[in-house]
């Protein structure tokens, strides 16, 4: 195709006018119209870029809409002698600046309007345009993108961009574009495989101490607008902020719009003022119970007279103590960053004038209490601050300070919603429409009872399940609640769990325990004495977290439930005393919470059980990933109380779950601020302590219901491998994985048990998020069994329970978002401000099991030496002797008047060894073999394990595992297998046929999948020693030879003959 006619990007990085709001109106989807993607025309128009009248007639139309004060214009393609006439078409007066490339076509167009901002170029390169802007009292600095597609070329960029965050350090700086490279493998979806430049691009992106803004809308900014077969998509375009942008802008919206007839999304950068949600509800201060007076203010709070029941005189003394710590808080922690810095300001004066001898009575006094204060204060805020960004794994203590705070920034700028669109593609940003869509949302998805067919799900249920729980089990179940029971249970919980609408947190009740525990224990055995719950008691905070990198609707987000601790107690001990039984009652299908069950043998099974799934050997088989959509908040509660009904549990007890279960009310967090309220009407809460158990009940119902109608249907075909252990599924919660033959008979089976456990339980499959995956099978089959389930075709690996789950040997590739995640944990904006003790703690988090493997590992790495600038001199492999410090311990260190970490270089200049004298036997034998080591030109580590001395997975495993000895097994066929007597031969035939046996179960095994267990292969071993020496006769009529027939159940009379006297 010539040149001038493939279709160019055309790409538009808009920001809004600081003071002005969004419109939702002026939002659209590309500068281009909507014209169909193939013909002349749109393609001529796409290839000639800027040029095009309609183009530029587009540009005008958006800048109107969207009331822009700034716009960038990537790649116009617009020739030098014509820059102006274009420019004089688009935009008239505006002020105007560009790039061009070598070949003097436009590369970076940037209009803006000088009335609304001042914007000053410092540099302009034919890859990016560096300039600062002003409006009024705000001032950022901002690097304009569009990057070669020449790798190495695009290493000018990074340099530039480097020397810009040098020379502006500590402002906010916005990086934004077309950077013409993914991050990561997760960014890109098809195509050829990746080029090796990402990592730099990674790197590079790490150094400057940026990252991607939060953003809304599409996730993949670039499409090639082909057909499904070779569509590619990535993302290209991004927006790149560093840590004081997110400090000072992280108010501003992000979003990457759709991008219409071109193969870029469009990025609309849009300032607004901050919006107010409303009032932030009450949360307690876990420092405050290091307060020397916080018993006291809870006792003060805990003397007044409450009636009613003991919940509800609990409550109102809560109420009493909410009020006590608010006064407080705004006493002593009111505005704590401030007093930080307040007091040490005080305390550096205090000092200098100390140290001037400035009334050093008085100053030394000043010096102590303001230096207590500091410290007191300073712990304050880093606990304030930790306790904000939800951190588990570091400790306090570390001074932290600047890391958590800048946690809390990262998690408000990805967690904050500032605008949402609608089923109808309306976007909303308004705090009241906010509010009113995402209650709207959450009232029919967990307000609204499921339909279902209730008599159908009672005979169902009951059948499926019979009274099998013994007596003793049910006397455990409703007996009464103890003191203890209830202070074990309390005392079990995380400090720092997000508190429900009371906002309490466990800690508070853990602190306050010697007051309290008299109205606590009451209250919650006041529940299993009348089975009522206060209202105020079983109301619940809903969080939204982010499901997708991109959330623009409001199914994008993950509904999370944020209980009160008085009611995480009482579902905790429900939760307690039903999981004594749950081992017994669930099939081992399921593994998810089941005490003595592991995530792990779901995993390793699934992973059995696809192998071999990309060869098209083996007999015909599938995979169904079926996805359940909104599987907690859907379930029916009726189904679920049967369930525990007809398994036997008592009726008290199930009357307790039920109070619990269903008379929840809600209400949502959004963005700080608690709107609507609402009852529930079917589902189960996602961070109440009952919902697990609950839930996988629900899903033992659907393993009777698929068992009892295979057992039925009698021609169910099960999935190789399955059927001795009837295997037909694996389930973990709501991850549900389907195997079966590729037989359309069973796959109707399948089908017609998800619907009717759809209609008995509420449960219904969302076909858009199911996979099937096939191995072996005709694409008609493959046709017919897609259309019977309406689910599309799955590729793997494909991710399944946290793991990817492949059919081949484990590569890099799978290995690679593994080593994403650990890679970003330690490249995040917020790490990069650890004290160093924290540093030391994140280190454990990642490598914790990885360092038990040293000592494994040590054996097989080694280093070839260069210029030895990169190896231990005595604690690396490069000796003909090894690790020197392991063979001859620290003294070789102090005779050779080295350092325990010398490297190598330090006795090596200009490829010639420098060694001082020996002056003990080691260094003698040591400097007597460096004649057998070959100099190279650089340093190279070499693992010895692999022939080629790259790592190989199996090579390294073949080294480790266990072998037997073949000095031993050759010694023994020496013994045993020479002679012509009877037993030398069964020993010979014994022999064959264990080799040959096992040799053909490997090649199976690898080429068909087929596996025999252990007496199946001894049962084919002993029919081909049987049956080789009924070929034989002759042997003496010995009583060895007997007893050798009878162990091998051959006749005596077809191989033995007696000897004529």
């Not at 006619?5 to 808009?14: D, G, L, S």
């Not at 932030?280 to 201060?285: D, E, L, M, N, V």
């Not at 119970?289 to 203010?297: A, G, T, V």
């Not at 924290?838 to 990885?850: A, H, K, M, N, S």
Request: aromatic share 10%.
């Amino acid at each position: 195709m010539p040149k001038q006619w493939i279709p160019k990007k055309n790409k538009e990085n808009v920001l809004k006018d600081p003071h002005r709001e969004v419109k939702p109106a002026a939002i659209i989807g590309s500068a281009l119209p909507n014209a169909p993607q193939h013909g002349g025309k749109a393609k001529a128009a796409l290839g000639r870029g800027l040029n095009h009248p309609m183009k530029q007639r587009e540009v005008r139309k958006m800048v109107k809409r969207l009331d822009l004060s700034l716009i960038c214009l990537v790649e116009t393609r617009v020739r030098l002698e014509n820059t102006h006439e274009v420019r004089e078409s688009i935009l008239p007066g505006w002020e105007f600046v560009f790039c061009c490339s070598d070949n003097g076509l436009g590369k970076i167009w940037l209009f803006w309007k000088k009335e609304m901002l001042d914007l000053h170029v410092f540099q302009k390169l034919p890859q990016v345009i560096h300039c600062k802007i002003s409006y009024g009292i705000l001032n950022y600095y901002c690097s304009f993108v569009y990057a070669s597609n020449d790798g190495i070329v695009r290493r000018e960029l990074w340099h530039s961009l480097d020397c810009f965050r040098k020379t502006f350090a500590q402002s906010p700086w916005l990086v934004a574009g077309d950077f013409n490279v993914v991050k990561s493998p997760n960014e890109k979806l098809g195509g050829c495989i990746l080029s090796g430049y990402e990592n730099e691009f990674l790197q590079c992106v790490n150094s400057f101490e940026v990252d991607d803004y939060p953003a809304i809308g599409c996730f993949f900014t670039w499409s090639n607008k082909r057909d499904e077969d070779q569509f590619t998509a990535k993302k290209l375009d991004r927006v790149l902020v560093n840590n004081d942008w997110l400090c000072n802008h992280n108010h501003c919206i992000v979003e990457f719009l759709p991008p219409g007839v071109s193969d870029h999304s469009p990025a609309l950068i849009s300032f607004r003022n901050r919006k107010n949600f409303g009032p932030k509800p009450f949360k307690f201060f876990n420092y405050w119970c290091e307060h020397h007076d916080f018993e006291s203010w809870i006792a003060k709070a805990w003397e007044g007279d409450a009636r009613g029941t003991p919940m509800f005189r609990l409550y109102s003394k809560l109420k009493a103590t909410k009020t006590k710590l608010r006064s407080v808080n705004k006493d002593l922690y009111g505005g704590i960053s401030q007093r930080v810095e307040l007091i040490r300001d005080k305390l550096e004066i205090c000092q200098s004038q100390l140290l001037r001898g400035v009334d050093i009575t008085r100053n030394s006094s000043l010096e102590q209490e303001l230096l207590h204060e500091f410290t007191s204060i300073s712990n304050a805020e880093e606990a304030f601050f930790k306790q904000k960004s939800r951190n588990k794994w570091l400790n306090l203590g570390d001074q932290n300070n600047t890391y958590f705070h800048n946690l809390v920034k990262v998690r408000q700028a990805k967690a904050t919603i500032k605008c949402l669109v609608d089923e109808d593609g309306r976007r909303f940003d308004n705090p009241e429409d906010l509010k009113q869509l995402v209650v709207s949302f959450y009232k029919n998805l967990l307000g609204s009872a499921t339909e279902v067919h209730e008599q159908h799900m009672i005979q169902t249920v009951t059948g499926l399940f019979q009274d099998e729980m013994p007596e003793d089990i049910k006397c455990r179940l409703k007996q009464p609640v103890s003191n203890k029971e209830i202070k074990d249970v309390i005392f079990g919980m995380g400090n720092d769990k997000a508190p429900g609408p009371d906002g309490f947190t466990a800690l508070f009740f853990k602190k306050s325990w010697p007051i309290i525990h008299g109205s606590v224990t009451e209250a919650i055995r006041s529940f299993f004495i009348s089975g009522k719950l206060l209202k105020e008691v079983n109301s619940t905070i809903i969080s939204l977290i982010p499901k997708v990198p991109n959330p623009t609707t409001v199914s994008d987000f993950r509904p999370i439930a944020c209980c009160n601790v008085i009611y995480k107690c009482i579902t905790k001990i429900l939760a307690n005393r039903l999981q004594i039984y749950l081992g017994s009652l669930v099939s081992s299908n399921q593994s998810a919470f089941i005490k003595g069950r592991s995530i792990s043998e779901n995993i390793l099974l699934a992973h059995e059980l696809v192998r071999n799934y990309h060869s098209s050997r083996g007999s015909s088989r599938c995979a169904i990933k079926a996805d359940l959509r909104k599987a907690y908040d859907s379930v029916d509660w009726n189904f679920i109380l049967m369930c525990l009904l007809a398994a036997g549990c008592p009726p008290k007890f199930v009357n307790w779950i039920k109070e619990c279960i269903t008379n929840s009310r809600f209400t949502i967090s959004l963005n700080g601020s608690l709107v609507g309220y609402f009852p529930g009407g079917k589902g189960l809460r996602q961070g109440d302590p009952i919902s697990p158990y609950l839930f996988v009940i629900a899903m033992e119902g659907f393993t009777r219901l698929l068992k009892r109608r295979v057992l039925e249907f009698r021609n169910f075909k099960f999935h190789p491998q399955c059927k001795q252990l009837q295997i037909t599924h694996l389930s973990f919660a709501d991850d549900l994985l389907l195997f079966s033959s590729a037989d359309l008979p069973s796959i109707r089976l399948i089908k017609s048990v998800l619907e009717e456990f759809k209609d008995i339980s509420g449960l219904a499959l969302n076909p858009n998020k199911s996979e099937v995956f096939f191995a072996a099978v005709p694409g008609e089959i493959k046709e017919q069994i897609l259309s019977c389930l309406q689910f599309k075709e799955g590729n793997l690996p494909v991710r399944y329970l946290g793991m990817p789950l492949i059919s081949g040997k484990l590569t890099y590739k799978d290995c690679q978002p593994l080593i994403d995640k650990i890679v970003g944990r330690i490249h995040t904006w917020s790490a990069k401000h650890l004290s160093f003790a924290g540093r030391l703690q994140i280190v454990p988090w990642g490598w914790r099991t990885l360092l038990k493997l040293r000592e494994d590992a040590r054996l097989f790495l080694k280093y070839e030496v260069g210029d030895g600038r990169k190896i231990f001199l005595w604690h690396d492999h490069w000796h003909p002797d090894g690790i020197l410090y392991l063979k001859y311990g620290h003294r070789v260190v102090y005779d050779a008047a080295s350092r325990s970490d010398a490297r190598v270089a330090s006795v090596l200049k200009d490829q010639e060894w420098q060694w001082r004298p020996a002056r003990s036997e080691e260094l003698v034998s040591i400097q007597s073999k460096l004649c057998l080591i070959t100099l190279g030109e650089e340093d190279r580590a070499v693992w010895s394990a692999s022939s080629s001395g790259k790592f190989s997975c199996a090579a390294t495993w073949n080294e480790l595992r266990s072998k037997g000895n073949e000095e031993d097994l050759l010694e023994w066929g020496v013994v045993h297998l020479k002679g012509t007597e009877m037993r030398a031969i069964v020993c010979k035939v014994a022999w064959w046929a264990t080799v040959y046996s096992l040799w053909s179960q490997r090649n199976a095994i690898i080429h068909a999948g087929q596996i025999k267990s252990e007496d199946q292969l001894l049962n084919i071993i002993k029919r081909d020693v049987k049956n080789r020496l009924h070929s034989k006769n002759g042997f003496r009529d010995t009583i060895l030879n007997r007893i050798l027939c009878c162990n091998w159940g051959i006749s005596v009379a077809g191989v033995l003959r007696r000897d004529v006297v």
